[in-house]
């Protein structure tokens, strides 16, 4: 056997060795005895043929026995070295030649015979008589020498190709097997000679798939191994900072632990227990209790209570009862105690902790007020998220149609109210603003963006926003900018132009004569970094020096009669201190009542690699120009918002810039309207609009939809022309995380209800390119928006509205929310019954059925209806159902009937309104509608292939292709699509598509648009 110690060189050494020998002795033993007696049966014919000749050739000489003639013809046959012996005889003489070794002959005077000698005899006959014997005897001695010379050449050349091959197959297996080998092994010595803790690899290259596999498995081996050395000495430290942290509750536990025997020996206690019974030390307390019958209880018998709880529970928890301590002095305590037993389930002893009822009353005081405090941050947070929804939807109106209303034809008055009505609500905005970024902040929830930015569009910004502001109250508004400022830098730009704008109104609140100077100053500047100091100086009232140390803090003003002047809500500078805290900054503040304030802060920015000049930088370049009203004409956009009335803000504000604007109340009708349009140019949309909290289907999962759509879409074009729509989210959520949750969706920007009219207009134009003649445009002559002209008979315009008691609907707030605009608060009404008048019923089914999710969520958008038509009662019933339903409290179906009786009233009071007057209602004709023709042709063509391929979504675009057939004069054809269709009679319907396409001259065949 082998020895333990060889290495797997040594042993394949020994075996091809062994392996070689073995295979060369075995073929050489075969070969030879091959050979011999193949030589043997060769040197066997040769002795038969010789016999054969020299028979023959003796007959006659041996006739006459010449024996000159005999001697010769022997002679002649010695001459080959194997022929040994020749003889011949009669019976009286004897004539032979023998060979020696040398090829010379002799006389032979008798037969020689030996096992080396091949020998034949036989008759010589001559007319049939026998007249001698001839003897021929060949050697094997040569031939011998000769296999043996040839066994040796074939030896020595099975040697010398084993001898190779060894060579080459060691060679190989060196390079392939033993050095990898050795390198793992190298490995494997150096990770146990460290601690394991090493990130290494093993190195060397070329290793084969096996010894790979076994290299990966090994290094995955030694990564198991470390992270178990990891966690065992992450469980070791555990284990020993457990026992320490024990030993250290043990010491410094506020309860007192002990250990007592049987018969109430005390054996076990911690400083606690010593100190809550009136004891110097824990070994004061072993010494001094030999009982705690009769040492420690009060009355004795409670021990006996203790015992029997605790023998048939095996524990006993909060066990109250009365201690002496070691003053006699009586304290009320709560025991938590269990039995403790050894492997065979025998009682040792009992182990617990004693608790001083009053200290453990404090703690639970203390836990109750903690508890009560996370509880009031959840719901304000909760809170402040749900009032952000709430507060900033009615704002968006009230904002955007003070807007609109102010580009009406207004008297003086009305113009001055609606004016101090939208700047109320501007400020109203800015304190909901303050309130919630110093709310994120507070929670912690407030992150700082690192995105690049170039400083110039900052002042620019901020020299939009306050020049026309300085410029009223007759101050100058400076900025002064060093020129060693980088332009280009990587931070959270929102958020400084945040504090500028705060620092920049306060100044222009408290300045009232003089000027407000702006500047930036380099503070340092590295490879990679820059800290830049920004001050806004103003000429104003200034501030008392020992105030200017409480003017960061939260809710605070200067003087109290500040807040009452000037209004605030005293979080701006402290919102400003704790973002130039999260930017790695300071602010600082230099006043002087009477002489004006300078407030200074610094902020660490990022720089832009140099040498390239960023993209966003060279757009800036080619699209810096000025919106105006031109720039929108024609743009087309697709708003899905499902509140009515923030839906007309939005159409208002869309369509007096000369935007074309299709309405969809919910995600999947926009998804619907969207996928219909396909990518004609005369059809598409050049940006959505998406309100993010709808029924049905919200805004994020429609962006969704419609980004797999354009994906498809680019898929199914022969060219790489880009698809994507811009999608801008338009949004009451203003919390943390929800302009984050948009972009994430899918969604492009992000604006914030209530509308602000110029940044909305700036993201549009930042997304849409402006100003290009578009072909789904309708203009006049000279360039403007057409406009249906409205009938002068309609009975909005009238004063019959004005008389209308409406029950359970305050019509005059109503029509005052509305800026008196009758037409669009009776369309309001209108639409109320048409969509909404069965909501009820609606929640009721969800109720019944169990839903409560889908009836909060109806509940909900329930409400915000009733309250845009001023329908009051009805929205206190609905927001007092919604509440129940939000506490978890049974939502009875009897308070359900109520409502709906209520909505049955309104409903009836409506429907005696009069119809707000519609517009006539376009007429398709084929001579003159190639416009509507071009619409509808790309939904047809790919109804039918979908038909062609039997898929029952190819009614997607029926309903569009139904309404386009009954406008125009084939009504038959739209029935007969409709019921071929629902019964899935696609071979049918393809049929009725091709008269249909026929008729209106259409190519059903594919073509790319």
């Not at 057409?786 to 002068?792: G, S, Y």
């Not at 839903?851 to 409400?863: G, N, P």
Request: charged share 25%; glycine share 6%.
């Amino acid at each position: 056997m082998l020895k333990n110690d060889k290495t797997i060189t040594q042993i394949l050494i020994i075996t091809l060795v062994g392996v070689t020998t073995l295979v060369m002795t075995v073929f050489g033993v075969i070969d030879y005895y091959r050979e011999y007696n193949a030589r043997l049966d060769k040197l066997h014919t040769k002795l038969n043929s010789i016999t054969a000749q020299l028979s023959i050739a003796l007959v006659n000489p041996m006739w006459t026995f010449n024996i000159p003639d005999i001697s010769k013809i022997i002679e002649s046959f010695m001459k080959d070295k194997e022929v040994y012996f020749v003889f011949t005889e009669d019976e009286k003489r004897f004539i032979g030649r023998i060979q020696n070794e040398n090829g010379d002959t002799s006389p032979l005077h008798s037969k020689i015979s030996s096992k080396e000698l091949f020998f034949s005899e036989t008759d010589i006959i001559f007319n049939g008589e026998k007249i001698g014997v001839l003897g021929v005897c060949l050697t094997t001695v040569f031939m011998k020498q000769e296999l043996k010379r040839s066994l040796l050449y074939l030896l020595t050349s099975v040697f010398i190709l084993n001898l190779s091959l060894i060579s080459i197959t060691f060679f190989v297996l060196m390079k392939t097997v033993f050095t990898p080998l050795k390198i793992i092994e190298n490995y494997a010595i150096k990770m146990c000679a460290s601690s394991g803790m090493e990130e290494s690899q093993i190195q060397g290259k070329g290793f084969a798939k096996e010894l790979k596999n076994l290299k990966n498995s090994i290094q995955d081996m030694i990564g198991q191994l470390k992270n178990r050395y990891l966690d065992l000495k992450k469980s070791q430290t555990a284990l020993k900072e457990a026992e320490k942290k024990y030993r250290e509750i043990f010491n410094n536990a506020v309860e007192g632990i002990f250990q007592t025997t049987l018969d109430g020996r005390l054996i076990t206690a911690n400083p606690a227990l010593a100190t809550i019974l009136g004891y110097n030390s824990a070994q004061d307390i072993l010494k001094s209790i030999s009982n705690v019958v009769d040492d420690l209880y009060v009355k004795p018998s409670k021990r006996d209570d203790f015992l029997r709880i605790i023998d048939t529970k095996g524990r006993i928890q909060n066990f109250k009862t009365r201690v002496y301590r070691k003053d006699k002095s009586i304290i009320s305590v709560s025991i938590t105690a269990h039995s403790v037993f050894d492997d065979n389930q025998k009682l040792l002893y009992y182990e617990g902790v004693l608790e001083n009822i009053t200290q453990k009353r404090k703690a639970e005081e203390l836990k109750i007020a903690k508890e009560a405090a996370e509880a009031s941050t959840r719901a304000k947070n909760v809170f402040l998220a749900s009032m952000s929804h709430e507060i900033r939807t009615p704002m968006n109106a009230i904002l955007g149609l003070s807007d609109l209303a102010l580009k009406t034809n207004l008297t003086t008055q009305q113009q001055d109210y609606i004016e101090k009505i939208g700047m109320s609500a501007h400020d109203l905005l800015g304190i909901i603003n303050d309130i919630l970024d110093f709310s994120k902040i507070e929670a912690g929830e407030l992150n700082i963006d690192h995105v690049d930015f170039l400083l110039d569009d900052i002042w620019e910004n901020l020299s939009d926003l306050f020049t026309e502001k300085s410029k009223i109250k007759g101050l100058k508004l400076l900025f002064a900018i060093e020129e060693n400022i980088p332009p280009a830098l990587i931070g959270d730009p929102l958020r400084v132009k945040q504090i500028l704008i705060n620092l920049i109104g306060n100044a222009l609140k408290f300045t009232q004569k003089g000027k407000i100077i702006v500047r930036v100053s380099l503070v340092e500047k590295t490879h990679d970094r820059v800290i830049l100091q920004f001050s806004v100086k103003d000429t104003g009232i200034g501030i008392d020096q020992e105030k200017l140390t409480t003017i960061f803090a939260p809710f605070t003003q200067v003087e109290p009669f500040i807040t009452r002047k000037y209004s605030g809500t005293g979080l701006g500078l402290s919102i400003c201190k704790q973002l130039i805290n999260m930017m790695d900054g300071k602010i600082w503040a230099k006043s002087k009542r009477g002489h004006g304030s300078c407030f200074n802060f610094t902020t660490n920015f990022g720089l832009q690699p140099e040498g390239q000049e960023p993209e966003f930088i060279r757009s800036k370049k080619n699209h810096n120009k000025i919106i105006n009203m031109g720039d929108f004409k024609g743009i087309r956009i697709l708003l899905v918002e499902d509140n009515s009335i923030n839906r007309q803000v939005a159409v208002e504000i869309l369509e007096s810039r000369g935007i074309i604007v299709t309405n969809a109340e919910n995600g999947m009708e926009a998804i619907n309207i969207f996928s219909s349009r396909g990518n004609n140019d005369l059809l598409k949309f050049d940006a959505v609009i998406m309100d993010v909290q709808m029924p049905g289907m919200n805004g994020f999962e429609a962006t969704r939809q419609i980004r797999q759509i354009e994906l498809k879409n680019l898929k199914n074009q022969k060219s790489n022309k880009k698809t994507r729509i811009p999608i801008i989210t338009m949004t009451a959520h203003a919390m943390i995380g929800d302009r984050e949750k948009c972009i994430s969706s899918g969604m492009d920007d992000y604006i914030a209800k209530p509308i602000d009219q110029d940044r909305l207009f700036k993201i549009l134009k930042k997304w849409i390119p402006l100003g290009a003649d578009r072909p789904h445009a309708a203009k006049k002559e000279d360039g403007s928006i057409e406009k249906t002209k409205e009938n002068e008979n309609d009975p909005c315009q009238s004063d019959c509205l004005e008389a209308k008691a409406l029950p359970e609907i305050n019509f005059s707030k109503g029509l005052k929310r509305l800026q008196g605009n009758k037409k669009l608060y009776l369309k309001l009404l209108h639409e109320f019954v048409q969509n909404h008048a069965d909501d009820i019923k609606k929640i009721k089914q969800a109720v019944e059925k169990k839903d409560i999710e889908l009836a909060q969520r109806q509940l909900h958008t329930f409400k915000g209806v009733v309250k845009s038509i001023a329908a009051d009662h009805l929205a206190q019933i609905t927001q007092n159902l919604e509440e129940m339903i939000k506490q978890n409290k049974t939502l009875k179906t009897s308070f359900l009937d109520d409502a709906q009786k209520i909505v049955t009233r309104i409903a009836d009071s409506i429907n005696s309104l009069p119809q707000p007057l519609q517009k006539p209602q376009k007429e398709y004709h084929m001579g003159n509608s190639s416009l509507d023709i071009k619409k509808i042709t790309p939904g047809i063509i790919e109804m039918y292939q979908l038909l062609g391929q039997n898929r029952i979504d190819a009614d997607k675009y029926l309903g569009s292709l139904k309404e386009f057939l009954t406008n125009s004069g084939f009504e038959a054809d739209a029935r007969k699509l409709d019921i071929s269709l629902s019964q899935f009679n696609f071979k049918e319907t393809r049929t009725v598509m091709e008269k249909i396409a026929r008729q209106l001259n259409i190519s059903l065949e594919r073509r790319d648009i």
